[in-house]
């Protein structure tokens, strides 16, 4: 008796192997290297499958970073109370994926993916300004929600974007002084002069 | 006498109809159907003349748009007195460029363009933030230099990249929730409460 040729089970796992064979190919070779050709092959699949789902490779490592099969562009940022600390922590991971051994220009590969893709586009916004990131952002800012915590967002995840454009350092102080500009220094403020030191006298 | 076949000023020449003729080409036919060749024609040289300077079509458009032959990326912010509304004007300048009519998908070739070489990538961010914008962002600010301010005029620049990738509208109402966020809104109190009906009593 032979087994349906498709189907939701097959497509799924033929859909995760075409993700582990790009993201393991990527790791060995690098971004330029990297082929719909050679994806197909060490993930057993026909080119057109690929092909079926994604536009360029460009998207299947875009799926393949938010799947967390590469880097961890999707990792929540820590809980510590200090939620300015934490998103500047957040900040410096989501950069030093730049840095990374598999993440030499692969950020940009990913910017680049979502500019030539509706729908990676949209993924690379929502699923990076999560909401465990939306959650110390509205902590930080005494904002539950509205167009300013939506701002604050977009320019947190968008200067980021743009120094790995541009090619330039962006340290751990650089991304204090962001958060300090976007979330306002008026809450760290109240919390320095709460310090025993400050309050004795 | 043969005149010589190159040159600073022949070099200039060719440069220009090359910039010329892709602006020309992308505002008929769009950018999917623009091509190297395509610009080699009409600007009457060779193919190898083009790809000399610039690797892809789109650091041809990038190189375009920075040097005004298409669009308005660089053109300078309005100088109103009123800092915020200034910084404001011209982000929604710069976000509309998307709906332009030779600007659909425009912005995010040049941003693909910057993520594929370093130089376009050096220059979408050191063109687009140039002194006219940064005086007003100082202003807005009260701060003259340093890492604060290189951050906002990052998370501005930033979030309009973010969104246009994202395929999300940011109007006009939002660009001000994001110059507010970013320059923080103490300065404008001030003014507000320093209107006449407001300084009565």
Chains 1, 2 share one sequence.
Do not use: C
């Amino acid at each position: 008796m032979a087994l349906p040729r498709s189907g939701p089970v097959r497509s799924e796992a033929a859909r995760l192997a075409i993700l582990r064979a790009a993201a393991s190919l990527l790791t060995e070779r690098g971004y330029d290297h990297l082929t719909m050709e050679g994806i197909a092959r060490q993930a057993g699949v026909g080119k057109q499958t690929i092909y079926r789902w994604w536009p360029s490779k460009g998207d299947v490592i875009a799926e393949a970073i938010l799947e967390g099969h590469l880097l961890a562009a999707r990792r929540e940022p820590p809980d510590t109370g200090d939620a300015r600390a934490d998103l500047a922590t957040w900040l410096v991971e989501l950069f030093s994926l730049r840095s990374s051994p598999e993440g030499e220009g692969l950020l940009r590969s990913f910017i680049a993916a979502a500019a030539g893709n509706a729908e990676t586009g949209r993924r690379l916004r929502a699923e990076i300004l999560a909401a465990p990131l939306m959650l110390r952002l509205s902590r930080a800012m005494g904002v539950a929600t509205g167009p300013r915590l939506d701002a604050a967002a977009d320019a947190l995840l968008g200067a980021v974007i743009l120094r790995a454009l541009s090619r330039e350092e962006f340290g751990a102080d650089d991304m204090l002084a962001l958060v300090d500009v976007i979330v306002g220094t008026h809450p760290r403020a109240e919390e320095d002069t709460a310090s025993p030191a400050a309050s004795v006298g």
